[in-house]
């Protein structure tokens, strides 16, 4: 008998991590930040794993200025700020050498509200993704990340 996803990728060496579907349908985790959960949008196609200005203090986030603009959800040339070694913690899988980008959420969390889905502190992005190796299961909901 074939192995499931599951099983395989649990032999592997890879812990799973249920995702929450959203009303927006967007795939929401919960993960930490160098000790402070947060609940984050999982979005494959944001290149940079960011976090709303808000979560500088709530995250203990050393801000630096930066010279990359934000585009995304709406929104072009933003100001952002960067944020070097923090400690993100999804699941079992932790990296404590993420650089996150700091931007103004506010249009996100503006849809988000609108839509009846609860606010987020970020975005975990395609560089914790492929850091992580991380496989998505998208019948099933959870994310697999290799520790």
């Known amino acids: 008998m074939a192995a499931t996803l599951q099983q395989f990728l649990l032999d592997k060496g890879y812990t799973k991590v249920k995702l929450h579907l959203t009303k927006t349908n967007h795939f929401e985790i919960k993960?930490?930040?160098?000790?402070k959960k947060g609940r984050f949008i999982l979005d494959t196609?944001?290149?940079?794993s960011c976090v709303g200005f808000e979560g500088i203090e709530?995250?203990?986030l050393k801000a630096e200025?930066?010279?990359i603009k934000a585009a995304g959800a709406g929104a072009i040339n933003m100001e952002t700020k960067m944020a070097k070694?923090?400690?993100?913690?999804?699941?079992?899988?932790?990296n404590n050498k993420i650089v996150l980008v700091l931007f103004n959420l506010t249009h996100v969390n503006t849809a988000l509200i609108d839509h009846n889905s609860k606010p987020v502190d970020g975005i975990i992005g395609a560089d914790i993704l492929k850091k992580a190796k991380a496989v998505i299961d998208y019948e099933k909901k959870y994310?697999?990340?290799?520790?």
């Open 31 to 35: 993960a930490s930040i160098n000790g």
């Open 45 to 48: 196609g944001a290149s940079s």
């Open 58 to 60: 709530t995250f203990k």
């Open 65 to 67: 200025d930066s010279m």
């Open 85 to 94: 070694k923090n400690k993100v913690k999804i699941g079992k899988w932790s």
């Open 143 to 147: 994310l697999y990340l290799r520790i």
